[in-house]
């Protein structure tokens, strides 16, 4: 059996300095309005990775489900979750085509990350009065490659029917680079 190219990618960078990732602290702007989120609100954190965010919603009393396509990431945010006494349900789960049942969880993070395939399933998955939290890259270069990078006023506009709570293009620091990266932000309620 052939493993997604994704998660071969993934697997291996989590595997040669996944540890080191782990250390970094959560999204900021998740750290900002996280108070928005109602105590025991499920919360559904796509590609988590490591769960780094995942972690820090899962220590404010809230169920948490991590995806992700590497179960080496995976692996080691159950590890953590275990050392700080935690519960964290992960699952294996390609994000490139996916399926939620309706009306499943209170809030869905998405960080640095950028399936468009799955905005419909984000809208299916939320509650009403569910939130959202996003933030990923956006494309500022013609020669980067559209697919992994969202158009500016592109998240916006993608969920303009939500109530917007938080809207923003700017620029953050990377935790590994330390390089200014240009990112979409979004916090969004479903209505």
Known sequence: MTKHPDAVKW??????????????????????????????????????????????????????????????????????????????DTAVFDLTNPYFPPNCVDAILNFRFLERNAFPAYRQALRPGGLLFFETFLRTDANEAPGYFLEPGELQQAFADFEIVHSLETAVRGHRSGNMRPVAQLVARKI
Not at 19 to 41: A, C, E, I, T
């Open 11 to 88: 697997n291996g960078r989590y595997q040669s300095d996944g540890k080191y990732q782990q250390q970094g602290p959560p999204r900021q702007m998740l750290q900002d309005f996280v108070h928005l989120l109602p105590q025991n609100s499920v919360v559904l954190d796509a590609a988590s990775g490591m769960g780094v965010n995942a972690l820090f919603v899962a220590q404010r009393g809230n169920p948490v489900v991590a995806l992700d396509i590497s179960e080496v990431g995976l692996r080691l945010l159950r590890q953590r979750a275990k050392k700080l006494g935690v519960v964290v």
